[in-house]
């Protein structure tokens, strides 16, 4: 019988971008748990910031200094926390960045800098950690951070929602290849949360679109949803604790949207 677990007891995980708000949030929610945590991140001080409150309550953690468009950071980061635990189990592709500007105004600089973020570094830490994964079929879990625009779309994200479906397709083809190796693949697809790059969004769109704060809220953020409520970063901690300690393969390749219904699949 399936029983559900929410214990990383002897777990290894990379996770990325936590030094702050969803990234993490999922490394406290790791550590509690019982797994020993990577922080990666291109802000060195917040990674230290996030492994003292791991310290603090009793847990055990890296910092590591990552950007994850850079393939000699992230072999270098990923070796020395393998070096560092013994291992690699669970990765967490979550760095990223939001550029708000409609298309015939988006420079190609940004593009390229947005879609490198998420893309080149979802690649590169995939391919850094299955690595290890790989190795006799020991297996392991990668979760992407998307959005619920690796489904949907709105305006003035070009980049970004570009980006989000490559993570989807890249979830997708992982899974596949992963398989034989015990690796295995899931993507969550959040709705608005409600960080610190979302708060910088909501004066940026209203002053594109001529509208009030309020209105981007509730007019444009949370319009979808089905009770106007934003999703909580601790919605999407708790959806990595039960897809990376989840005991079977069966949710493997697949987005789980934490949207309040919005874009229901």
């Keep these: 019988m399936t029983q559900i677990c929410q214990d990383l007891t002897g777990k290894v995980a990379l996770i990325t971008g936590a030094a702050a708000g969803i990234g993490r949030d999922i490394a406290l929610t790791y550590a509690q748990a019982g797994a020993k945590i990577g922080v990666a991140d291109i802000n060195l001080d917040g990674a230290r910031e996030t492994v003292q409150m791991i310290k603090d309550n009793g847990g055990e953690a890296l910092a590591i200094n990552m950007d994850v468009r850079e393939e000699d950071q992230v072999n270098s980061g990923t070796k020395e926390l393998v070096d560092t635990f013994g291992g690699l189990d669970i990765l967490v592709s979550n760095a990223g960045i939001q550029l708000i500007d409609p298309i015939n105004k988006m420079s190609f600089d940004n593009w390229k800098r947005l879609l490198a973020t998420h893309l080149d570094g979802g690649f590169l830490t995939t391919k850094a950690a299955v690595e290890y994964m790989y190795k006799d079929n020991k297996g392991g879990t990668i979760i ?40 295995r693949t899931h993507m969550i697809s959040p ?58 393969n069966v949710f493997t390749g697949q987005s789980i949207n934490a949207s309040h219904g919005w874009c229901m699949r």
């Excluded at 998307?146 to 993570?167: C, Q, R, V, W």
Aim: glycine letters at 6%.
């Design 144 to 183: 992407y951070i998307g959005s619920i625009h690796a489904h949907d779309a709105s305006l003035f994200k070009t980049p970004y929602i570009t980006a989000k479906h490559g993570l989807l397709g890249l979830c997708r083809a992982v899974a596949k290849e992963g398989a034989p190796h015990n690796v």
């Design 191 to 248: 709705g608005f949360v409600r960080t610190a790059m979302v708060n910088e969004q909501i004066p940026l769109q209203a002053k594109e679109k001529g509208i009030t704060e309020d209105e981007v809220v509730n007019d444009i953020m949370l319009v979808n949803t089905l009770n106007k409520e934003f999703t909580t970063i601790e919605d999407v901690s708790q959806t990595a604790l039960f897809l990376a300690a989840f005991p079977t």
